[in-house]
Each structure stands twice: as C-alpha cells, then as structure tokens.
C-alpha cells in the first residue's frame, strides 16, 4: 500500500515550490501568487492556491494552519518551531534545536500515537516593539 501516490510535477507546480522554497517569510497564497506570476503571468490564485494543497498534502511543503490565521505555507518541511507577531503578522523561524521527551510524554499521558507536535510561539518582533517604543 502506498499512502502518497507519486506525484505529477507540471511546470505551475514545479514554480510554486522553487519560488516557495527561496524565500523564509511563509507567504500567503496571495503573496506567492504575486511571486509566481513573476514568471508565470497569468496563473490565478485558484490554481496556486490548489497546488499549494496538493503539494502540502504530498509533503513537499508545510501548511501553517492556525485556527483564526490566515493560512501561511512554508518550503521548509524540516520540523521547526515558528514566531509569529501579533502586530505585524510576520512569521518567522525560531533557530533551536526540537523539544527532546515532549512526544514521548504526550503519548504517555494520552495514550496516542504521536508523530510530532507543532508549536508557534506568538510576541511582537523588534520592528513593531521598536516603532511602539517610538510613538
Ligand atoms: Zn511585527
Ligand atoms: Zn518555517
């Protein structure tokens, strides 16, 4: 049995993902559309935005999917956690190594098979601390 049948790499697709994988802002479907069209002028968010599925489900790319955010997508399939400003929106990459006994810990309390855990830390980035500082 195959869970992820191989996966047909058109051209959009193939775009979607080296665009997405160039940069660290974890863009919106919006935002790497606007990318995109720099070299494929006339895709529509529609098609982006259902690669973008298909590509997150294959495990080519991450989804960042919080409840009441506006969903984010990430080229970065290593598993590492994120910051996100409340302020400003930004999401960025938090450099640290993974939280070692915390699956292992949740399997034990839940009695659940855990694959991973996922953790955003939310704040207010220096950019946005700075300008309130300011006025
Ligand atoms: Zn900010
Ligand atoms: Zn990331």
């Not at 529509?44 to 599925?53: F, P």
């Not at 999917?65 to 400003?88: K, N, P, S, T, W």
């Amino acid at each position: 049995m195959d869970p992820t049948p191989k996966l047909r790499m058109t051209t959009q697709r193939q775009v979607i993902m080296e665009e997405l994988r160039k940069v660290k802002t974890h863009p919106t479907a919006g935002e790497l559309c606007q990318m995109v069209r720099e070299r494929l002028p006339r895709i529509s968010l529609g098609t982006v935005y259902r690669n973008l599925d298909i590509l997150s489900r294959s495990g080519l790319i991450q989804k960042i999917d919080v409840a009441g955010q506006e969903m984010r997508f990430d080229g970065d399939i290593r598993d590492h956690y994120h910051l996100r400003c409340l302020d400003c929106g930004r999401v960025v990459d938090v450099e640290m190594e993974l939280l070692q006994g915390l699956d292992e810990q949740v399997a034990a309390e839940s009695g659940w098979d855990i694959f991973g855990h996922r953790l955003e830390f939310v704040g207010s980035c220096g950019d946005c601390r700075s300008q309130r500082t300011v006025n």
